[in-house]
């Protein structure tokens, strides 16, 4: 009997746990290996209760062949820990599936700059947008998205990365033949979709918080776009920052109840992120074949030119009949001495702390005496307002020119 049928058989047991199955894997080596095992063997198993043990002990493979026979009409690649396509990323986790189900193709992981965009289902047109510009720009960036196809911003990311003609993943809280919808079959022909049950799985409300080990575990990076404070949203951040992740986390109105929770990822320490290349800049060093910075703006977030600036190439006169280069001046020219007279007292002194050279955001809050949520805090509204930007490695730069 191929080693695959054992696999399946280990993934539909619908009463194991996720964590009981991990055990398994990693006290047997295989699920060829569990299947054969022995009850007291099973039994003693740390991670794997009585019950689940006499479950184990039955070794009923009548839904085996009811599953591939479902997998081959849908499609489906059946990858398992044992495959070489199975990433290893994925596989460190504390509990990786046993068994992926795929439809689409899955690119080669762990060669990926892999993001994860989420949050909320309620999402405010700000939200929406944002969601879709920030996925657009990693994927055009050379990022891989990873969304949860869910209403709101999961589903605005991967509409944003399919618009830049990337990469996106579709990491499914359900079976597949329940995320048949036309925004799946559009990641489906451009990436993958990816679900650890088995077809005719009936859906749990678990099964939504289950799948975040593994949209977390499948990414290096993940950035929260807007959440309330009770939120999936901060448990899928908890999620990551367990994993060891970077989390990003997108600004929002301070009195927007709908901000409220990632206004305090940002309190407790998470990147700020306004746009595409705050994010994939902190992982350029590491994927420097696969990571570029792209000015691409995202399609129908085109800011449309003043109604009277001068046609392209022309120059404008001044009152004085003196000609004025019709060149935007970039923030990094902001004139300084006109933007510390707008500045806070700990912006003031946040501004001080920060050398010529990228500053540790660590050395900022040492040198200013300021709390480390203030810190973060003030340097995202001054991020957004263009006086800073990040750079990696968690470090923050001035964005201005120093007269002498």
């Given at each position: 009997?191929?080693?695959?049928?054992?696999w399946?058989?280990?993934?539909?047991?619908?009463?194991?746990?996720?964590?009981?199955?991990?055990?398994?894997?990693?006290?047997?080596?295989?699920?060829?290996?569990?299947?054969f095992?022995p009850?007291?063997?099973?039994?003693?198993?740390?991670?794997?209760?009585?019950?689940?043990?006499?479950?184990?002990s039955?070794?009923?493979?009548?839904?085996v062949?009811?599953?591939l026979a479902?997998?081959?009409?849908?499609?489906?690649s059946?990858?398992t820990?044992?495959?070489?396509?199975?990433?290893?990323?994925?596989?460190?986790?504390?509990?990786?599936?046993?068994?992926?189900?795929?439809?689409?193709?899955?690119?080669?992981?762990?060669?990926?700059?892999?993001?994860?965009?989420?949050?909320?289902r309620?999402?405010?047109?700000?939200?929406?947008?944002?969601?879709?510009?920030?996925?657009y720009?990693?994927?055009?960036?050379?990022?891989?998205v990873?969304?949860?196809?869910?209403?709101?911003?999961?589903?605005?990311?991967?509409?944003?990365?399919?618009?830049?003609?990337?990469?996106?993943?579709?990491?499914?809280?359900?079976?597949?033949?329940?995320?048949?919808g036309?925004?799946?079959?559009?990641?489906?022909?451009r990436?993958?979709?990816?679900?650890?049950?088995?077809?005719?799985?009936?859906?749990?409300?678990?099964?939504?918080?289950?799948?975040?080990?593994?949209?977390?575990?499948?990414?290096?990076?993940?950035?929260a776009?807007?959440?309330?404070?009770?939120?999936?949203?901060?448990?899928?951040?908890?999620?990551?920052?367990?994993?060891?992740?970077?989390?990003?986390?997108?600004?929002?109105?301070?009195?927007?109840?709908?901000?409220?929770?990632?206004?305090?990822?940002?309190?407790?320490?998470?990147?700020?992120?306004?746009?595409?290349?705050?994010?994939?800049?902190?992982?350029?060093?590491?994927?420097?074949?696969?990571i570029?910075?792209?000015?691409?703006l995202?399609?129908e977030?085109?800011?449309?030119?003043?109604?009277?600036?001068?046609?392209?190439?022309?120059?404008?006169?001044?009152?004085?009949?003196?000609?004025?280069?019709?060149?935007?001046?970039?923030?990094?020219?902001?004139?300084?001495?006109?933007?510390?007279?707008?500045?806070?007292e700990?912006?003031?002194?946040?501004?001080?702390?920060?050398?010529?050279?990228?500053?540790?955001?660590?050395?900022?809050?040492?040198?200013?005496?300021?709390?480390?949520?203030?810190?973060?805090?003030?340097?995202?509204?001054?991020?957004?307002?263009?006086?800073v930007?990040?750079?990696?490695?968690?470090?923050?730069?001035?964005?201005?020119?120093?007269?002498?």
């Open positions: 009997m191929s080693a695959v049928k054992y399946i058989w280990l993934s539909a047991l619908d009463t194991l746990s996720v964590r009981a199955k991990a055990a398994l894997i990693r006290r047997f080596g295989d699920a060829e290996s569990v299947f095992a009850r007291d063997a099973l039994a003693q198993c740390d991670g794997v209760s009585a019950s689940e043990s006499a479950v184990l039955r070794r009923d493979l009548t839904r062949d009811e599953i479902d997998c081959a009409e849908q499609h489906l059946i990858i820990m044992q495959d070489a396509l199975y990433p290893k990323r994925l596989k460190s986790i504390y509990a990786p599936p046993v068994v992926l189900y795929v439809r689409g193709h899955l690119p080669q992981i762990d060669d990926e700059a892999v993001i994860a965009v989420v949050g909320t309620s999402a405010s047109p700000y939200g929406l947008k944002m969601g879709r510009q920030i996925a720009e990693i994927a055009s960036c050379g990022g891989i990873v969304s949860g196809l869910t209403h709101g911003i999961d589903a605005a990311a991967a509409r944003g990365a399919m618009a830049a003609d990337g990469i996106c993943l579709g990491v499914l809280g359900t079976a597949h033949e329940q995320q048949d036309e925004l799946a079959m559009k990641v489906c022909r990436g993958a979709l990816i679900s650890e049950y088995a077809p005719g799985r009936v859906s749990q409300r678990s099964f939504f918080r289950e799948r975040n080990r593994i949209s977390a575990g499948l990414s290096v990076g993940a950035v776009v807007e959440a309330p404070e009770k939120s999936g949203t901060l448990l899928f951040s908890a999620e990551a920052l367990e994993q060891g992740r970077e989390v990003f986390a997108v600004p929002g109105n301070a009195d927007a109840p709908g901000c409220r929770g990632t206004n305090s990822l940002l309190k407790d320490g998470a990147t700020p992120a306004t746009c595409g290349w705050d994010v994939m800049a902190e992982f350029a060093a590491r994927f420097p074949d696969k570029r910075r792209s000015a691409a995202c399609p977030q085109t800011p449309p030119a003043p109604a009277d600036a001068p046609p392209a190439g022309e120059t404008a006169r001044r009152a004085d009949g003196k000609k004025e280069i019709d060149k935007e001046k970039s923030v990094e020219y902001i004139d300084l001495r006109t933007q510390l007279g707008l500045l806070s700990a912006q003031l002194k946040i501004v001080s702390a920060i050398e010529k050279e990228p500053t540790h955001i660590d050395d900022i809050v040492e040198k200013t005496g300021l709390g480390a949520a203030t810190v973060l805090t003030q340097l995202t509204v001054m991020t957004v307002k263009g006086l930007r990040r750079v990696p490695g968690n470090r923050v730069v001035l964005n201005v020119k120093r007269r002498p």
